[in-house]
């Protein structure tokens, strides 16, 4: 276990306040706080009607997803996913490409050789086909927006956590484009 001592605390926030202000880094009276980077995909069905948004906020060295899904998909367990290109084009969202995979792996946490970084846990939609949800990601914003950024696809079927490459859930009923926004 790593812990900085009293002493070696103290002299490093001595050093931070000396080089804030040697930079005149003192935010001006009245200035709005940092603002804070995150995702945020609207999502659309192959008809192009909002369906939803999800957004992927930086917590705990990680990505926290919150999905919420206002239509668009039929009751009960849909695969979700994060895809490897940021390119929602109807009715298929084929443009989307595979599971976001940096780490080059195959689908699915129930796979010895998996999981994609892009797999998420399954959304289970109401009777009226809605879903709201929030789980932890192992993502980080520069993997979702490299050169060709990333998407969120919603899938026809439940997702087997396993069959390579992208367990067997169907097809892309909802899809959405992630940007860059602040908070
Ligand atoms: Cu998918
Ligand atoms: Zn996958």
Redesign the pocket.
Known sequence: MTRLSPTLAILSATSLSLTLAACGAKAPEGAPPPQTPYAEALLYDGNGQAAGVVTLIPENGGLQANVQITGGITPGAHGV?IHAVGECKRPDFTTAG????PTGK???TGNPM???E??LPMVMADANGRATTSFPTHTTLDAIFDADGSSFVVHANA?DMKT????NSGARVLCGVFFRKLH
């Open positions: 996913h595979g599971h976001h995979n195959q689908h699915g998996g999981p994609h892009g797999d997702d390579d490459p992208s367990g």
